[in-house]
């Protein structure tokens, strides 16, 4: 495995971008292939055999077509259920949004009333509750479904009024609970982060699995003596459909820091 | 033909239900069967052969097991494509949500400034332009996508401050240009209608597409000689993939004037 390839990040769609921009910021060094799968845009609604399809088909891509050296899974839905085959699968190192997280709650006994907010799927799944009771059974948790945060977001619309009223009408009864910890358990939501700021107190801690995963990631390319050595580096974004939507929200998250969006079909 | 069978109507999802409800309001002795395409929603991002290939489908199923006397499309998207194949491949009598606005214009002249709202895909595709532009090129369009009406309407928020604070932005920019009339675009908006009417001075005449197709359907049925005289009428809804949210949609929408909700897989 060559330590000056990319690395491979991918998602159903762009909700993974903030992913990838917490990426680049925190490991400047390095180059990223970004996929966003546009066409099977959202995975909440497909069965489990259709996203290990998808998962492994992208992963594939980016390791024949782009030798990266690692593969980054940047979605909620694929993390849970696609960790696992892919692992199984290649070679390179996986590493999905959900595993630093649990990694965090193992080392912070201190944090026991936890908050989840999510969109309507990701609370029905019950996923982040199922990994938090199995680290520690006691823990209590409150999830609250925000169904109007991705379109918000999604509008740029996340400086608008109505962003404000969202926030407060869906935050209020988590706040209520004294919660020690909120997670964000959608990748839209760190476009947020700021208005949710406001309305959350100081002493609970707002965990953004982006920058977890980013953190982790650096400390994963150290270990594995991975870390990029050649002074050029890129960003290059693929759609497996084409979307005048995610070329402006790339080009907003990312401010223009890619050389260039291309449609490809690797299905 | 039996004038005592139903009538078959069909949508991509769950909008078209505002059209079945006007169509029961209109109509109150007539039986509906209704199917949401719930496996392919949304229509407007497919492409127009897959559209018919399902428009098709879901037609030749209430022809073939359930006789039904007449198709309505109450979907924007298939509206504008599938029609023409409809009609030409089916022997009952297709109507669509789009035809009886083409009248309605042709006969009130008066209306010269149009303004328009709807989904950003029906903004984008410009069928509304194309339409009233071929039956009178001097008319003036002035046309809005509202993104976030869709959303609003399928979290139940159609009287929160949210649709208030959504609607005055969206519609503020159409009354600045002194419009004569406003299409609701899009088959979710008539649950709507209340919060827009507080924003639209009532000189604006609102055009909704599921009232002027009933009314249409009414006049059709009488002329075809296909009024329903049995004194037993129900309404069956039919999804082709399990949805809750839509169960819980027909329950307010249909104020529970509905015998069942099953699931089909026609294709």
């Known amino acids: 495995m060559n330590k000056n390839m990319p690395i491979g990040v991918f998602d159903s769609g762009l909700g993974g ?11 400047p060094n390095e180059s990223f292939i970004y996929i966003g799968d546009t066409a099977h845009v959202p995975y909440g609604n497909k069965s489990e055999t259709a996203i290990i399809n998808y998962a492994t088909t992208l992963s594939a891509f980016l390791v024949d077509m782009y030798k990266v050296k690692m593969i980054i899974i940047a979605c909620n839905t694929a993390s849970a259920i696609a960790v696992k085959p892919l692992k199984e699968y290649f070679k390179v190192p996986v590493l999905d949004v959900i595993t630093p997280m649990q990694k965090l709650f193992k080392k912070n006994n201190n944090i026991q009333r936890i908050g989840i907010i999510g969109t309507h799927n990701t609370i029905k799944s019950k996923s982040y509750e199922k990994l938090l009771f199995s680290l520690n059974p006691e823990i209590q ?25 969202m926030s407060k009408e869906y935050l209020f009864p988590l706040i209520e609970q004294n919660i020690d910890a909120l997670i964000l358990g959608c990748t839209h939501y760190p ?45 290059r974004l693929l759609v497996t459909d084409a979307s005048d939507h995610f070329n402006q929200f790339a080009r907003n998250i990312l401010n223009n820091n890619f050389c260039n969006i291309a449609i490809i079909n690797p299905f």
């Open 191 to 235: 476009i947020l982060k700021k208005t949710i700021n406001r309305f959350i107190p100081p002493e609970i801690e707002i965990i953004d699995s982006a920058e977890i995963l980013s953190s982790y990631t650096k400390q994963h390319l150290k270990q594995q003596e991975l870390t990029n050595s050649s002074p050029n580096v890129t960003t």
């Open 141 to 165: 948790i409150f999830s609250q479904a925000c169904p109007l945060f991705v379109p918000i977001i999604e509008e740029g619309l996340e400086n608008h009024p109505i962003a404000k009223l």
């Open 17 to 27: 971008l903030t992913v990838l921009r917490a990426l680049q910021k925190k490991l």
